[in-house]
């Protein structure tokens, strides 16, 4: 039998890269262009996890704008033009991409799924440099499903040419979606989880990207076992 290849998919926001100084100031830019009042660093931190739709939603609301489809496709369009380009104030987690070169070396393949929309997702790939590790991604854009619906997840696994896949990710829509792909799951603790530790589906926690490639070795040698 073939030795099972060793597949990880990572989440994006709260994992890899910590995007939330540059989502709160796209929103804020969004409030201020509309008189309206600015919404705070934590609060726009709590609003990531469902991608920009639903973050515009949890912002309308924080505001008290409603829920009117129009006006949210029209602030989503504005939030959009003010996320665009190269993420300025978006930061890489500690030993990223030093665990990223790290998995590579041990032959993992390695993929991508978020619910940030396609394009940003291609910028922040390639301004920080993951997209020549990440060999496949879905993001937002790529299936009408988003996570927590596991469709995105598997999709990825199976364009990496994976029957089963390690997925790593930070929050509550990352585990979900893991439980219901029936894939184990490694809890990046660091990120935007609002739910204690113990109440989330997980296989694995860990605190820092130096514990990842142990971690992921053990995994594999406990599957292949
Ligand atoms: O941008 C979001 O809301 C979520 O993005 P993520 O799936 O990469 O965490
Ligand atoms: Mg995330």
Known sequence: MNTPMKTIVFDLDGTLIDSAPDLHLAANLVLRDEGLPEISFAQARSFIGKGAGVLISRVMQAVGLGDDPAEHARLLAKFMSHYEGEPAHTLVY????????????????????????????????????????????????????????????????????AETALYVGDSEVDAETAERAGLPFALYTEGYRKT?????????????FDQLPDLVAQHFADVKA
Request: charged share 20%; aromatic share 8%; hydrophobic share 40%.
């Open 196 to 208: 204690p530790v113990a109440e989330l589906y997980h296989s694995y926690v860990f605190d820092h």
């Open 94 to 161: 500690p030993g990223v991409m030093d665990a990223l070169g790290r998995l590579e070396a041990m032959g993992c393949a390695m993929g991508l799924c978020t619910n940030k929309p396609g394009e940003p997702t291609a910028i922040a790939l390639r301004h920080f440099g993951f997209d020549r590790f990440l060999g496949k991604v879905a993001s937002a854009d790529t299936l009408p499903q988003r996570k927590p619906d596991p469709a995105p997840l598997l999709h990825v696994m199976r364009d990496l040419g």
